[in-house]
């Protein structure tokens, strides 16, 4: 395994700049989630690094050494696409030794056996080992996917949205997994999604992405807890940040324009009156919808709350963030 | 707008049976789900309901009058289907107008009519654009629209939301619900996403192989789900399920397995044999007190929680807790369940058990 450096890397597509001097460390043995709508130059990141595109200008160093003149078998990556794609013809045991019988790599057929064994058990699919790709179920087919990744030894591992075609369960179960694959092997791994879940839940850094720049990298918890901007306040949490104007409630700092509040950082009981629009009782959370002064705000409260359209309630923010004109936090 | 009632509906395909003796009430103004995983038989509930498809046998009742045999036409309600179809060489206007001007309405009234529906929607500064430069939102108002427009007895939308991106859904989402709360037209409305369901829904019936599961409250279902499958359906982490194999006696507010005493609700039945004790993540607190002990496999923040899977005697646990408590990969803790909000089943019926927390919700024969 090895680190991953971006240096100013740009990269366009006719007029649209995907990355525009995009500059980002990816160390060694880090789980990096690169969060972004679409178009931010996610998945242009990935494939920049697995040689798939080139850069315009910059610098992609693997393990300290430049790789931009190389092609994507000398970078020594591995790239798993959101679609499986795998040899119909084959049988499982088949598609995951085939990145090992490359002529590059060489690699002895008693090896090749004991990593496919190796990687099945990891993914928990050595009883289909003997079946053809083709009757195997999505679930089964994805993990396939990942498992022709995680035989190989890169230096790298490239995910872009691999979950996402899956269902809601499996998701669950491969995140856990994925996540276990990573402390375990000691893997780099870059990952590109749109799920935050995904992203809160298994990165040990989250890269922001907007408009093909970097406009934060840390940990989940400081993006959610300590973001840079507007932009990124919104990235993280469910139900989303409240946005209203800094006026709206007293206590703002000069320079504020907007106030930005999770749904759980609103005290109820003193403070100003909103009406309640709705109520959505989640079973594990009720959801109140608020309108104060025409503005619409989202708060927790109690399961079983007595609230009911119509009713007021008194609000007043218990831990606000606050951003000036151009969107940037103030501190 | 109406009452819809469903009475013991059953349709076949030759030997497939998609709906097998589905019975519930969808009461006039509600926002209702027909929720369960595919192949269970909602959509065919649907397409009966609108007379695209005859039942077998059984009876649907809109406003009191018996319709189960009636084409489509003449039951006077709107579909609303994933992919919505709209006339690509007509305006917006013109799509809005046409089952007015196919009705023969007379045209000032149309044009009054597509201006009322237009502002309810919004979408008055698109009404003479072309629809096929309009965005995936607009398209999908214009549908509703269309649908709107005619003033039906209900709304029928199978998966409305089914083809948009994430953010977008969550958008349009909130915005059909309080659509129907301006308008108040009872809409029945199919999904497999429970949260979707959880959220836009007054009323909930989960289905499962042609089977009615659960009917009720979005808040009744998942805290008194009467079924394993509906306990596991709804909820995200679902359910834990405890197995184990014991005993409860009529009145018990208590059972015992691996060696501890754990809280139920007080059981109204009297069962033996193999049990399941469920309870949602949220009713488990991590606590050194608790000699139930269980290690921690893995942990996922969520910004203000986290879940935390833990291995225990009785199979894998998710716990939801706060993200500021500890909780370490390898380690062994204590669990506490709060017992007043537990379900217990019946492995082999797969049936909840009925007690104090799920009477009068949950009825079995």
Known sequence: MADVVLQDVTKSFGATRATDGLTMEIADGAFVVLLGPTGAGKTTTLRLISGLER?????????????????????????????????????VRQNLAF??????????????????REVAEVLQITAKLDNKATALS??????????????????????????????????????????????????????????????????????????????????????????????????????????????????????????????????????????????????????????LDGHQIVTLTDLHTDLKQGDTVRIQPRSALYFDASGDRIR | MAEIRIQNLRKEFGDFVAVQSSSFTIEDGEFFMLLGPSGCGKTTTLRMIAGLELPTSGEIYIDREEVSQRPASHRDIAFVFQMFALYPHMNVRKNISYPLVSQRMPRD??????????????????????????????????????????????????????????????????????????????????THDQLEAMQMGDKIVVMNQGVVEQFGTPQDIYDKPATMFVADFIGSPSMNFLRFHGSVEAGATTVAFHQQTMDIPASHETIAGDLVYGVRPEQIRLSDASSYRAEVVATEYLGTTQIVTLKTFEGAVKARIPSGQAAKVGTSVGLEFNGSTVTLFDRSSGRAIRSALNQGVVSHG
Do not use: W
Request: some cysteine; hydrophobic content about 40%; glycine content about 10%.
């Open chain 1, 138 to 291: 999505g679930g089964e087919m994805q993990r396939v996917s990942i498992g022709r990744a995680l035989v190989r030894d890169p230096a790298i591992y490239l995910m872009d949205e691999p979950l996402s075609s899956l269902d809601a369960k499996l998701r669950a179960e491969l995140r856990i997994e994925l996540k276990r694959i990573h402390a375990s092997l000691g893997a780099t791994l870059l990952y590109v999604t749109h799920d935050q879940i995904e992203a809160m839940t298994m990165a040990t850094s989250v890269g922001v992405l907007d408009a093909g720049r970097l406009v934060q990298f840390g940990t989940p918890r400081e993006i959610y807890e300590e973001p840079v901007s507007l932009y990124v306040a919104g990235r993280l949490g469910l139900p989303r940040i409240n946005v209203l104007p800094a006026g709206l409630f007293a206590g703002a700092p000069a320079g504020a324009k907007s106030i930005g509040l999770r749904p759980e950082h609103i005290g109820h009981g003193e403070g100003k009156p909103a009406t309640v629009d709705r109520v959505e009782q989640l079973g594990d959370q009720a959801r109140l919808h608020l309108s």
């Open chain 2, 109 to 190: 009234q149309i044009r009054r009519k597509v201006a009322e529906v237009a502002g309810i929607l919004g979408i008055e500064d698109i009404l003479d654009s072309p629809v096929s430069g309009l965005s995936g939102g607009d398209r999908q108002r214009v549908a509703l629209g269309r649908a709107i427009v005619r003033d039906p007895k209900c709304f029928l939308m199978d998966e409305p939301l089914g083809a948009l991106d994430a953010e977008f859904r969550e958008r349009m989402s909130e915005e059909l619900r309080s659509l129907h709360d301006r308008m108040g037209a009872t809409t029945v409305y199919v």
């Open chain 1, 99 to 116: 990145p090992l019988r490359s002529p590059i790599l060489k690699t002895p057929e008693d090896e090749i056996e004991r990593k496919v």
């Open chain 1, 55 to 91: 850069p315009d200008s910059g610098d992609i160093r693997i393990d300290g050494r430049s790789v931009v003149g190389e092609t994507p078998a000398q970078r020594d990556v591995a790239m798993v696409f959101q679609q499986y794609s795998l040899y119909p013809h084959m049988s």
